[in-house]
């Protein structure tokens, strides 16, 4: 059983997915009208880079980007396209030409590829029922994706839903080709409740503390519950002391091991490192079952803290082929359950775990940490010793090229006290004949220092 707790009265929308009370999904989203994967935009291109790359006009801060593919396309055309991934930092949408409207059970498409059937639903007859049923109703110049819940739908539903939702493309194309961009032809729902289409099932609770959202819900879901104690509702369900957690860089495992995250422009890297766990003398078998450990963590983990794009994974190195078979085995279907696409690439020649998770939204992360202001989000400042030499050398060439009678060195409290014992100011000072002061400054990071000239 599944329950769905929505939080809505804060600076964010909070939703959390419990399955047997365990917390298996944890999505935050700003309340704001930024652009949504799925969004899609009559829009027009600014800009092209060496024949490969389009920045497009959506009416967002920053441009959107698309890889042209051969495409012949021209400063200032006009065109439809739909948001393949939101704006992440310094970077625009990410945009395709391709567009596509998800259902529950279907996704429908304009890209003219074949039908497509859920690599997750395996039995032969059923993938060619489905084939056939979306084909029956499907207009010629689409196609779609049948979904992973289409498997035990009735015939009738996905009809239906690929009926609606071909005839909402159709609409949004024609308005496409008449609409004066940039604007927006059509927003995408949010995630809470893409979340709560892909996932709700019958029997499943949702408990919301918002009336317009419980108004929304109740009239496509049964046993919606709107929640109006005084304790918050994310406490009274014990999520919030769990929140924190998802932030930990170190999680431990069960065995003793534990797992490393470190969260790069490019890609995640998780380490895996056995800790304090040895089996015996067993150097193989402790590998083994650290790594196997490891690897259903990680697919958890990569849920719950909404990571996407490339994961680098560190396993503990192994030397024996049916270890390493059975550790892929064990991640690979650990992954399976992911309702985001999760594609496992294989080892690299060094050892090096590698997978894609399809990006929806930004990660948790994002929503709940911001940039340091001392390390400006490297983890690391300048070594004080260091500091101290390079504040000497400034010193030392305002006394022997100036003529001002000394200086003021403005840091923090800490840095000051290294200057004073490493960077032999006073004798300095007494050999050229000039002064040296110091001022502390409270607010300071801690590399942070300033000369001030005393004429």
Known sequence: MKIFLIDSLSNYIRTAMLINGSLVELIIEDINDEPRAGDIYAARIKDIVKK??????????????????????????????????????????????????????????????????????????????????????????FSCVVRTNAEKASVDDLKAEITELSAKLKDILEKGQYAKPPCRL???????????RDCCAEGDEIIVNDKAYFDILSTKYKNVTFYDNDIPLFSEYGIESRVDKVLDRKIWLDCGGFLIFDYTEAMTVIDVNSGKFTDGR????????????????????LRLRNISGIVAIDFVNMKHKEDIELLEKTLREALSHDRLKT????????????????????????????????????????????????????????????????VVIKADNTLIAHIKKYAALDRLAEKYEKTAAYEVIHTAAADYYEIEIIH
Not at 186 to 196: A, G, H, K, P, V
Not at 282 to 301: G, V
């Open 282 to 301: 067993d150097i193989r078998k402790t590998a083994l079952k650290t790594n196997l450990q490891a690897a259903k963590e990680i697919a958890y983990q």
């Open 186 to 196: 059509y927003r995408q729902e949010n995630d809470t409740l893409r979340l709560i």
């Open 52 to 141: 490969q790359y389009a920045f497009i006009d959506i009416g967002a801060e920053r441009n959107g980007f698309m890889q042209l593919n051969g495409r012949n396309m021209q400063q200032g055309q006009a065109l439809t396209v739909q948001v393949e991934k939101p704006a992440i930092g310094e970077k625009g949408c990410a945009l395709s030409l391709d567009i596509a409207l998800s259902g529950k059970l279907a996704a429908v498409t304009n890209d003219g590829k074949p039908i497509g059937i859920s690599h997750r639903i395996t039995d032969d007859d059923t993938r060619k029922r489905l084939t056939e049923t979306a084909k029956s109703v499907l207009p010629e110049a």
């Open 343 to 406: 594609v496992y690439s294989g080892m690299t020649s060094l050892g090096i775990a590698m997978l894609t998770r399809q990006k929806q939204s930004a990660p948790l992360h994002s929503f709940l940490m911001c940039q340091c202001a001392a390390c400006k989000g490297s983890g690391e400042t300048k070594n004080r010793r260091y500091i101290c030499g390079r504040v000497r050398n400034d010193v030392m060439n305002i006394f022997a090229q100036t003529i001002y009678k000394g």
